[in-house]
């Protein structure tokens, strides 16, 4: 058994903090201890960041364990192996020499190893008469098994943030939905309130939100949203409950006068006649050439929150991006407009940019009115804008159309 003393490096390498740490936890293993060695290899990978290594570093690390041939890290075994650097290099994947130096440093300064050095600075084993190890010099991976308790723990606090921000990405996605639509049916209905302040303030919640927020930013704006919710809520429900009562009233009432309805309330009316009722119905057409609807999303990831059916052809974004332009305060004229010169799919093309950055446009109708008018005067094409949100917004290494 080799016995756990302090040890000074070989050579240059000045005797550190961090390795007179390591030794005193290879000396505090109990007597009984034992683990399998790559259960803490998962957890020591998983608790990364909290420990101060590297992925590279880890890579290291595994190799290293790769070298010990047993399953599992036991007390009272020698736990010190001993490859050249050539050896750990391959099964490193190849590591150039200065680059794995660095990083067994780094496993040594993270305490998950102890540098056990010979008087000449190699790694070897010395055996006895029988062939078995009596002293080796190399590595000790006796710290792995002595923090075993401490890595499980890290792992699992890393798990539960993990957990935690995931859930909290989840309740701001539906808060964020929750209140656009019901500001677009608050607006639309003509729901008593100030619809275009609580825009105003859902916008000014969003907006202090970084491209990645930490946790304690996502959290004060999910309060903020909270309670923006709520007072929308409240809102709605008052007027359902009074547009019923007053539904219910009427329909007494017609009851009474009149229980056979004339025949021509059912009749089918003119367009001219049904006035402002009359629904706009939207006429599709084929994908514009050059634009694949599934490139346009990959550039306008957010357009999808506005669906709840999904967007499955060029049909259903038109329809998505014609409901969006009124949460984002476009006029109709606006959006007549931009239709008239544009057409339908460069439109919705332009409504779901501007909504991905939404963020950064104060006035979502008057950028409309201005592109709408660069493209009259034959200034602005929807590739470059839709490119360059493209860029933006697409997942790494699939920015490909």
Request: hydrophobic content about 45%; glycine content about 8%.
């Amino acid at each position: 058994m080799i016995e756990h003393m302090t040890t000074t490096p070989f050579g240059r390498r000045q005797l550190s903090a961090a390795m007179i740490a390591g030794q005193k936890a290879a000396r505090s293993v109990a007597a009984d201890a034992s683990a399998d060695k790559w259960h803490i290899f998962r957890a020591v990978c998983e608790a990364r960041d909290r420990i101060g290594a590297s992925d590279r570093s880890l890579a290291v690390l595994g190799a290293l364990l790769s070298f010990h041939p047993q399953g599992e890290l036991a007390a009272g075994e020698k736990l010190v192996v001993f490859p050249s650097n050539a050896q750990l290099a391959l099964r490193a994947h190849g590591m150039a020499p200065a680059t794995l130096r660095r990083h067994l440093a780094v496993l040594v300064d993270c305490g998950l190893v102890v540098r056990r050095d010979s008087p000449n600075g190699k790694r070897y084993a010395r055996r006895g008469q029988g062939g078995e190890i009596e002293q080796a010099f190399g590595f000790d991976l006796t710290p792995l098994l002595a923090r075993a308790a401490e890595f499980e723990r890290l792992a699992e606090e890393v798990q539960a943030e993990r957990l935690a921000l995931r859930l909290l990405r989840e309740r701001l996605t539906l808060l964020r939905r929750d209140i656009v639509k019901m500001i677009a049916f608050g607006a639309e209905e003509g729901v008593c309130g100030d619809w275009h302040a609580f825009q105003a303030e859902y916008r000014a919640i969003i907006g202090q939100l970084p491209r990645t927020p930490d946790p304690v930013m996502m959290a004060e704006a999910e309060a903020g949203l909270l309670r923006l919710a709520a007072l929308l809520r409240k809102l709605l429900e008052t007027h359902a409950d009074s547009t019923d009562s007053s539904a219910n009233e009427s329909q007494n009432e017609r009851h009474i006068q009149n229980s056979k309805p004339d025949s021509h309330e059912f009749e089918p009316r003119s367009e001219k006649e049904q006035g402002a009722r009359a629904a706009p119905k939207l006429e599709t057409k084929s994908a514009p050439p050059g634009y694949p609807l599934g490139l346009v999303l990959r550039a306008c990831p957010d357009i999808a929150e506005y669906a709840p059916d999904g967007i499955r052809d060029w049909r259903d974004f038109v329809a998505t991006t014609a409901q969006v332009r009124g949460y984002l305060g476009v006029s109709p004229s606006a959006y007549a407009d931009a239709l008239d010169v544009l057409g339908q799919e460069d439109t919705a093309i332009v409504i779901a940019c501007i909504l991905q950055r939404m963020q950064e446009i104060q006035s979502a109708g008057g950028y409309l009115r201005a592109l709408t008018e660069k493209a009259r005067a034959g200034a602005f094409s929807v590739g470059p804008m839709l490119m360059a949100a493209l860029k933006t917004n697409a997942p790494a290494g699939r920015k490909a159309g």
